[in-house]
Each structure stands twice: as structure tokens, then as C-alpha cells.
């Protein structure tokens, strides 16, 4: 494959009128890539059709068509597709991953010789370890980017379709989308060098660590658990015998929060309770993978856990369990 080359970067210092407000002055949109093209993918590009977006394929060439299925639309409204060119080299505000963790320093690689044309790298993704990796990357191939991490609480999965990519992403419910900087110390040191705002559909948070932390609890609990029974959301609590499964990974993975003095909102039995009653005829994202057979982000969220607990030598017997029991499926 050739090396890529980035474009020379434009002027941006214009304005765009609307079609329907020839007069209307609008705000310039955003230049937005997006590097992973699944359901979280489609997902947030539904939400930036006004805005310049470029898709960034493994061939590097190929435009890309995005199909997305809203239920809730009335029946004329509910398939909306579009394409998206393939990014080649044009400046942009933001760089949006949504691979799988494991994905995130493979996906990025190729596309090495385009970053100088990026001001923010969005890691939008489950799990964590993947962020630190990423930034360690980029400092080592000298890429100063403003690096970010967001997460997603918006559901969707991928289906089979008539049309002819095959397959097209459901809407599966509403939810929340969050990012901020993941540097380590001090965040804000050069927020004010660039006011470029979020993606649409982004809210920013000072405290993203701590909020990602949260999630990668729930996560820890439904994920694996969901996986190894072949179960729907709800059937974590509808079940008995699942409940009590749940009941008691939930109190091993708050253990360990205690020990690393990573606090909570509220108990976690009760929060992965909630989220798994809100989001019950959900598929948790790890058993979609399974099913489909792709490979699954549990080594970023249990094993992160994992290797937190043998840092401090604490074990984590039922997590260690269900992950062998996936490891041998």
C-alpha cells in the first residue's frame, strides 16, 4: 500500500449559507474523520450529516455507504442512507475512533502520515487501557494531537439487510455521549490554544477518567455475564439464578474499586440493576460479538480490571471464572 500523503491544508476562514436562508450567515461545520465504521460509528455520523465528514476505510480509497434503521420513525422515515468519501489527507477538527479497543493502534497506523492535518483525536470506545497505549503512541512517534476519550451509552447493533452492503446498523435505543481530555495531569493546561467545539451529539466533561470508570464497572457485571449465558439484558434480573450471579460479580468488582479508591455514585449492584432493566431487551455489546464471531473487547474491560487487582494483589475469582469459560467456548 502506498504511503499515505495528506492534502495541503485549505483556507476555512469562510461562511456557508443554508439553501432555504440564502442570507442566514451559519457557522462553518466541522471537518470531522471517523475511523470504524459499526454501529457507534453510524451511529454518531447520523448525527453529523450537516457537517463535513470523511470516512477513513482499510483500502484508504473507498467512499463509504452508511445504512442506519430508525423503528421509531414513521415507516417512509425510518431507512436513511448516505456515503461518506474517504478521507484524503483534508484538515480536520476531529479524528472519531470507534474500533474496538483492541483495534485502536492498528486502525491508526496507516493513516500515520495524515495526523499533522488533525487537531483532536476522539477515542470513542468500551473499555480502558487502550486511551494510554494511544497516547504513549502518539509521544512516541512525536505526534503532539490533543487527545481525547469518550463514551457512548447510545445503542445500536448491526443487521442483516436487503441492500447492498448486506447488513445495516438498528437504533437501538437513546442515550448519552460524553468525551474529555484524557491527559493525565492538568487537561486544561491548552484548552484555550483551540476553541473547536465537540461533534454534535458530544458533551464535554472535566472528568472523564472518573465517568469512564463507572462505566467499565456496569460493564464488567453485564458484559461477561450476558456472554457466557447467551441472554438478553433483562434476563440478568428476570432470572434467578443470573440475578444472584449478578448480585455477587457486582460486589467482587466493588471490592476492587474500594482498594483502588476509585468510588462509585451508589451501590453497583443497584446501578447495573437499573441499566440492565432500561436497556433489558438489549443485547450487551460482548455478546453481539460473540454471536457474530468477532473478536471482543473483555480483555479491556475485565482484563484491565484484572491486571488493576494483581497490581495491588488482589484477586478477582468469579471475573478469572467467566473468563475462562469464555476463553474455552
Partial sequence: MAAFRARPAYNRAMTISSPSAQNTIRPLPLSIGLLGMGAVGTLMA????????????????????????LPENKPAEQT???QLPCWQGEP???????????DTLNALHPWLGGLPQVKNLLLLQNGMGQQQQCADWLAQQQRPLRLWAGISTAGGYRRAANNPQGSEVVYAGTGQTIAGRWAEENPAADDNKDSTPLPPGIEATSD???????????????????????????????NPLYHSQLQALATEVEALYRQ??????????QRVQQVAQSTATNRSSTLQDILAGRPNELEFICGYLQQQAQRLGHTLPLTTQLMRQLMQA
Fill in 46 to 69: 447520523s448525527h453529523w450529516r450537516q457537517h463535513r465528514v470523511f470516512a477513513l476505510p482499510r483500502d484508504q480509497t473507498s467512499a463509504v455507504t452508511l445504512n442506519l434503521y
Fill in 80 to 82: 436513511r442512507q448516505w
Fill in 92 to 102: 480536520l477538527d476531529w479524528l472519531v475512533v470507534t474500533t474496538k479497543a483492541a
Fill in 208 to 238: 472523564i477518567h472518573h465517568r469512564m470508570r463507572e462505566k467499565l464497572a456496569v460493564n464488567a457485571v453485564i458484559n461477561p455475564l450476558t456472554a457466557v449465558h447467551r441472554c438478553y439484558n433483562g434476563e440478568l434480573i428476570s
Fill in 260 to 269: 483502588l479508591r476509585w468510588p462509585l455514585p451508589q451501590p453497583l449492584h
